[in-house]
């Protein structure tokens, strides 16, 4: 029996939500990127406006303003894009319990089981799509189709606010025309060697002899060939460990410059638990602690290590954090700055061996202990709750946490 | 456009059942309104605004006027612009 896929991919995704969040700039240009006021970083995402003007994913802030004076530029606030991703998922989670997040902003949804309830993949579409208007205030682009390449492909093909269908009796005119780098994993060395042979559209690639390309690409060359005739039958993965984003972390300069372990490790408490609650907040575990340093003259280096169990425990990352410190400063010079990381996230679904000798009822304790602090702090506001540490310095224990994130989709056959 | 996003005091009731129903609003004035009937509770998104929140749809004086409930724990009206 044929499957229906859905891809929903939201639209500008940062651009859009701060466009709602900005009613005052409907109408006029929008960029999401680095930090204006420091002058420096580049464009997350431009909305339709400004990509119009030729403003582009990943230029600099003032390349941007080149193309586009009138441009206005926000800065990220990567937790309320996770609140929208996740609300979006919420949302998804009414039709099909078979959903991939694919980055932030994209999913694919296996919506093959649905259809005696909520009836065929277009009318879910259409009705994902209002929903997303009304109840979240942005927009998206639906492909529906019976496998995720075209799924996605059907998504990329109308923007902004669009529903497109591939299904089987179509992709051979709708897909085939399609310049094959709009495929996916047809990237620009891909492109060009297909160039070469003349192979410029999705059809032309279909119609090529899978051993040529596999001759001229390798294992992609047959994989993407089979793109190209809908031979991907690669499921939908509910078990989807990937943590949409790639790092949380928070760093800060101090008040004051650190002079010694007693400064640093109150410092790096401070930071560990605000970059704790942020991945219990929303659902991430870490497998790697990376810590940065500053001295006061400058010179700054990173050192990461890779922990047993991924952990959102604040007690965890922040020992671990400070372990790292003391095997890797010597204290020739005053510290100016620290910062505190958690990396390679994985979500709440992951699963690992637990290690023999480390008490589980323990960590579980702190879990608890954890979610209780967060449940105070939400209520009553983030000093209400604090360790006794903060008390040895209640200048350094003021300081704050600045937020920082390293967002990337991971792979398709990851 | 200016945002109109205002942002107000609400006296509310939570049953024990632990359905939240506001019940009045304090207006920047200092006028309290009485929240008569409330016809309608859904997630939605305030484009006048600015924001999501739940949105109950409120009587107030015989009109219909969207509150929204914010997950900031803060209630907010859409005002009149330059209100």
Same mark, same amino acid.
């Given at each position: ?33 680095? $930090? #204006? ?11 339709? =406006? ?10 600099? =802030? ?17 937790? =309320? ?49 209002? @929903? ?46 399609? #310049? ?20 410029? *559209? ?26 190209? +005739? ?23 300069? *101090? #008040? /004051? ?19 704790? &609650? @942020? ?16 001295? +006061? ?10 922990? +047993? ?8 990352? &922040?020992?671990?954090?400070? /372990? ?5 400063? $010597? ?9 505190? /990381?958690? &990396? $390679? ?17 323990? @960590? ?7 979610? &209780? ?13 604090? @360790? ?27 | ?10 006296? %509310? ?30 997630? %939605? %998104? ?36 330059? %209100?």
């Amino acid at each position: 029996m044929g499957r229906t896929i859905l891809h929903s991919d939201i639209n500008c995704c940062y651009a859009s939500i701060e466009h709602l969040y900005h009613p005052e700039l409907a109408g006029k240009p929008l960029a999401v990127g680095g $930090d #204006p006021e420091a002058r420096h970083g580049i464009v997350l995402t431009a909305d339709y =406006l400004a990509k119009k003007k030729g403003v582009k994913t990943g230029m600099a =802030l003032w390349q941007a303003k080149q193309v586009c004076p009138e441009l206005n530029f926000i800065s990220p606030r990567m937790d =309320l894009y996770l609140r929208f991703s996740r609300m979006a998922h919420e949302i998804y989670g009414e039709y099909t319990d078979l959903q991939e997040p694919y980055g932030i902003d994209e999913s694919w949804l296996d919506v093959t089981a649905s259809s005696t309830i909520k009836g065929d993949g277009e009318k879910i579409a259409l009705e994902i799509s209002n @929903r997303m208007k009304s109840e979240l205030g942005i927009t998206v682009s639906i492909g529906v189709s019976f496998n995720k390449i075209f799924a996605k492909l059907g998504s990329d093909f109308k923007k902004p606010d669009g529903i497109t269908t591939m299904h089987e009796d179509e992709f051979r005119t709708k897909a085939w025309q399609l #310049p094959v780098s709009d495929l996916l994993y047809v990237g620009r060395s891909a492109n060009q060697k297909l160039a070469r042979f003349g192979i410029k *559209t999705i059809g032309d690639l279909a119609k090529t002899d899978e051993g040529l390309l596999e001759s001229q690409l390798g294992k992609m060359g047959g994989i993407l060939w089979a793109f190209a +005739n809908g031979f991907d039958d690669s499921p939908v993965k509910v078990e989807n460990t990937h943590a949409p984003i790639k790092s949380i972390g928070n760093s800060t300069t *101090t #008040p /004051r410059d650190l002079e010694n372990d007693e400064d640093v490790k109150l410092v790096l408490y401070i930071l560990a638990e605000s970059v704790a &609650a @942020r991945l219990r907040e929303n659902g991430f575990k870490c497998r790697v602690v990376e810590i940065s340093v500053r001295d +006061n003259e400058l010179m700054s280096f990173t050192r990461q290590h890779k922990i +047993n169990n991924a952990t959102n425990i604040t007690g965890e990352i &922040a020992a671990e954090a400070y /372990r790292i410190f003391k095997e890797n400063y $010597d204290w020739r010079k005053p510290i100016r700055s620290v910062g505190v /990381r958690g &990396a $390679d996230l994985v979500n709440d679904n992951y699963w690992e061996q637990i290690d023999l000798f480390q008490s589980v009822e323990l @960590r579980e304790k702190q879990m608890k202990m954890d979610g &209780a602090v967060d449940d105070i702090r939400r209520q009553f506001g983030f000093y209400s709750i604090q @360790r006794g540490l903060m008390y040895r310095d209640r200048i350094l224990s003021k300081v704050n946490a600045k937020e920082d994130h390293t967002v990337h989709p991971h792979g398709y056959f990851g | 456009m200016e945002s109109c996003k205002v942002y107000v005091d609400v006296t %509310a009731e939570f049953t024990k059942e632990g359905v939240l129903t506001p019940k009045s609003i304090r207006w920047e004035d200092g006028i309290i309104y009485e929240i008569t009937r409330v016809k309608d509770c859904r997630r %939605a %998104a305030s484009m006048k605004a600015g924001g999501v929140g739940m949105r109950y749809t409120c009587v107030i004086e015989g009109q219909d006027k969207y509150l929204f409930y914010e997950d900031n724990n803060m209630w907010f009206v859409e005002g009149r612009a330059g %209100a």
